[in-house]
């Protein structure tokens, strides 16, 4: 079946994008060390009389407060359960992808003939080729242990936002696309190899324990790029146990082929025979690996304000880096390790007009075009030098995204971030309060970070409709808080947290304390609707891409305000 390999080629690369925007985190730090002091329950009802007691304006607030933390914390688990999930697939994906790997397709008939063969009945074979699969799945995740072990719970969490973590990932990625594109292989030294291979000639299952170890260690120049990017995947979106779920799934895909064909070995037979295609799926691997290594280098330069990697740049780069794919599978690009292509197949030209048509659907971006279901993966819309989309924006509201006369004078850290879509947004918690309470309207706070990639994906799917855009701009004072910025905080303003101990001493710092200390939650984005007191109006949500649905979070906090 020699369409099989396309299916698998083309469901790889569309996965992978995909899941690439849903596997990483939404920009949250860490709030491991703080400790929250439990509230006073409300009083009770009196069922006898069916009148509530009755309860003091403190009390009320102790309530809500207490609640809305409830609330938030089952949002954030909620998240992280979803992170999880993300992490897996993931690496499930990349371990179909190792599948496809030169150094390690070949190996599967071999192996599971071997099985097959040696044993003395067909369920001995299985028995053994399931050893073989378990101890591929042990082997991984104990290195994605291994890694969590290293560099500790803390340290995983911090890597999201810091800024030599995000630069030296940016390289490492660099690197790994280099070896996929054939100019050189990452190997392990020969002896560990040797040393595996002589130890997997012993009899039983410690024989085959080390066979599927030197299966890791020989596969190591094809598998390694993809481990690598999947642990720095995991490592920072900051879960515990991301590296090891990520390795989980990684080797689970990895090791059911094995004892899928040893169980029916007539199966081998429809597998495609090893070829140059094996190195063309290689080196696709490698332009994507390319362009996600742009992710990074774009959160350093947001959380430092670099401002020279901005949108533009970005997407010229993508737009080149999936135009020379296009061009490799229709056979105009030839690598040192390809085959001659004499002929394009068919589904090879589908692959190559897909990729094609990806790329001249980013052209328009350079111009200001939202491009929604990338925007996740870009620098935000207001990073845009120049922009027609958010331009054709600013009218049909009454002027109501332009600054009021009571809003004059210029915002605190208004010259370090810009709001989406010509929002007249703060940037500082006290200010915006203040000015809530002077014109009589409830704020909204949007806890966002800038390696968010949810955050972006809201700001350009969701904030542009027309009803949600109005209700923001006209209805709200919106207030944008970075946990991740890196920018220095006055001497003075500089202090210690009180919950969490800890030195406060960038922007980002004083924004994640609040979020945690106040909120109980450390995930972004996040959306909290308060009145002028600070009570929080409705349940605080996360990212809700459904606009119908997130029109009627922010009504229901009109409703509640309006109400008091």
Not at 273 to 285: A, D, I
Not at 451 to 467: G, I, L, T
Not at 510 to 517: E, F, G, N, P, V
């Amino acid at each position: 079946m020699k369409f099989l390999k396309y299916i698998l080629f083309f469901a790889i690369f569309a996965v992978f994008t995909a899941t690439s925007v849903k596997g990483q985190d939404s920009g949250a730090v860490s709030v491991d060390d703080i400790e929250f002091t439990d509230v006073d329950a409300a009083p009770a009802v009196d069922t006898t009389t069916s009148k509530a007691a009755v309860v003091s304006p403190a009390q009320d607030t102790l309530k809500k407060d207490s609640l809305t933390a409830v609330s938030a914390k089952t949002a954030d688990a909620e998240g992280g359960q979803q992170s999880m999930w993300a992490i897996f697939l993931a690496g499930f994906i990349g371990g179909l992808a190792a599948l496809l790997m030169p150094c390690i397709f070949p190996m599967l008939p071999l192996t599971v003939s071997y099985f097959t063969k040696s044993a003395q009945s067909k369920g001995t074979a299985v028995t053994k080729a399931v050893f073989y699969g378990l101890s591929i799945i042990v082997i991984y995740v104990v290195l994605g242990l291994l890694v969590t072990v290293i560099f500790g719970a803390d340290a995983l969490n911090d890597l999201s936002t810091n800024g030599i973590f995000n630069f030296a990932f940016f390289l490492l990625l660099v690197v790994f696309a280099a070896s996929f594109l054939g100019a050189f292989e990452i190997t392990l030294p020969s002896s560990w190899v040797n040393k595996m291979d002589a130890k997997s000639d012993k009899k039983g299952f410690a024989g085959i324990f080390f066979m599927a170890a030197t299966l890791a260690l020989v596969s190591f120049s094809c598998t390694g790029p993809i481990i690598g990017t999947l642990l720095v995947q995991a490592a920072t979106m900051g879960a515990l146990l991301g590296p090891a779920i990520g390795m989980f799934g990684f080797a689970l895909a990895l090791a059911i082929p094995f004892a899928l064909f040893a169980m029916f070995p007539s199966l081998l037979q429809s597998l495609p025979k090893s070829g140059g295609w094996l190195n063309s799926v290689k080196v696709v691997l490698g332009f994507l690996e390319l362009a996600l290594a742009l992710k990074f280098l774009s959160n350093v330069d947001l959380a430092y304000h670099w401002e020279w990697f901005d949108r533009e740049v970005f997407l010229s780069l993508w737009i080149v880096i999936f135009g020379l794919m296009g061009l490799y599978l229709l056979g105009k690009i030839k690598f040192s390790h390809d085959s001659d292509v004499s002929f394009i197949s068919i589904p090879r030209l589908f692959l190559a007009t897909i990729v094609l048509a990806f790329t001249m659907y980013m052209v328009p971006g350079l111009w200001g075009a939202p491009l929604s279901s990338i925007s996740a993966f870009l620098p935000p819309q207001q990073t845009q030098d120049f922009d027609l989309y958010t331009a054709s924006m600013s009218g049909g509201f009454g002027g109501g995204h332009a600054a009021s006369a009571e809003d004059s004078k210029p915002h605190k850290y208004a010259e370090l971030f810009h709001a989406p879509l010509g929002l007249n947004a703060f940037f500082d918690y006290d200010e915006g309060m203040a000015y809530a309470k002077k014109v009589g309207k409830p704020v909204m706070i949007d806890f966002t970070g800038h390696a968010c990639v949810n955050c972006r994906k809201m700001e350009a799917s969701v904030w542009p409709d027309k009803e949600v855009l109005q209700r923001i701009r006209d209805e709200y004072v919106l207030i944008q808080l970075y946990v991740d910025d890196k920018t220095e905080l006055a001497p003075e303003e500089q202090t210690v947290s009180k919950t969490s101990g800890r030195k406060i001493r960038t922007i980002g710092n004083k924004w994640s304390d609040l979020q945690a200390s106040r909120f109980n939650a450390n995930s972004q984005p996040f959306y909290v609707l308060l009145d002028h007191e600070g009570n929080t109006l409705v349940k605080p949500v996360g990212a809700e891409y459904d606009v119908k649905t997130y029109l009627a979070y922010l009504d229901s906090g009109l409703a509640a305000f309006k109400s008091k």
